[in-house]
């Protein structure tokens, strides 16, 4: 079950595809439009001439519907329905200054399949991971920020480090020294996985180098003198990088740019 504060535009978030970080959930408006379209067309074409006759007695109530039936079959119709729908949600989930700043951010530079892809990983997570995440990425989670915002807190400050406590700050920002030990360690815990993966995957005459302190491992400073990148594969010809980072919507393109 998903949890969200009442502020939250759940309709607009729900029926959005997940290649806008929405959950692609029709609401019951949705399925309601959507069920009238048929009901409409079932009285135009009836054998009966009384219900006919119903039909064409209603057309001022039905104008939208009964456009649609006019200009497409009933299968067309539903479909061309159902991608309005869609697309309104998501204009309007997206165009949120907080909400949907995010989504909008990740939509605009990552690929729709992987989106949809990393939606599906979160959809198997326990229930009170995947509430995190998502509230997450809608910027919905109870920050000083936000709470301020609700009218549950008395300031908007953090208390670590005295900025103000957005969902960015408490995820990637701020400056107190508890807060940076806890992104390092963050860090070099997403970079060992990537790390014990690729070295399993290696081809015959490549050499793994990283930047972490581990035992009988290669170190990127033996190939780099200034910038160093996380991990380094070594080649006999050439020498492939990755960088891993955490940032935000603010940062994002900035950062990969960066790295």
Not at 12 to 22: A, D, E, F, M, T
Request: hydrophobic share 35%; aromatic share 8%.
């Amino acid at each position: 079950m998903v949890e969200a504060p009442v502020s939250s535009c759940i309709k607009q978030w729900l029926i959005s595809p997940s290649k806008y970080c929405g959950l692609g959930i029709p609401s019951f408006q949705s399925r309601a439009e959507n069920l009238k379209i048929g009901k409409r067309y079932a009285l135009k074409n009836s054998p009966n001439e009384n219900i006919r006759e119903l039909w064409s007695d209603s057309i001022k109530d039905n104008i939208t519907s009964d456009s649609l039936l006019q200009q497409f079959s009933l299968k067309q119709a539903i479909n061309c329905n159902k991608e309005a729908q869609t697309k309104a949600a998501s204009d309007h989930f997206l165009t949120l200054g907080s909400q949907g700043k995010i989504a909008k951010a990740v939509s605009e530079y990552i690929p729709s399949k992987q989106i949809t892809n990393w939606s599906k990983i979160v959809d198997l997570l326990p229930g009170h991971v995947y509430n995190f995440i998502r509230k997450a990425v809608q910027s919905q989670l109870p920050t000083f920020d936000n709470l301020h915002r609700w009218g549950r807190a008395p300031s908007n400050l953090c208390p670590m480090c005295g900025f103000i406590q957005t969902n960015k700050h408490v995820l990637s920002n701020c400056s107190s020294n508890g807060a940076l030990s806890r992104y390092t360690i963050r860090h070099n815990k997403a970079l060992k996985i990537l790390i014990d993966w690729i070295s399993q995957k290696l081809n015959v005459g490549m050499e793994l180098y990283h930047d972490l302190p581990l035992p009988g491992s290669r170190q990127v400073t033996d190939l780099f003198t200034n910038f160093r990148p996380d991990i380094a594969i070594k080649s006999a010809s050439k020498i492939g990088i990755l960088e891993l980072t955490i940032c935000h919507e603010t940062n994002f393109m900035t950062s990969r740019n960066y790295k």
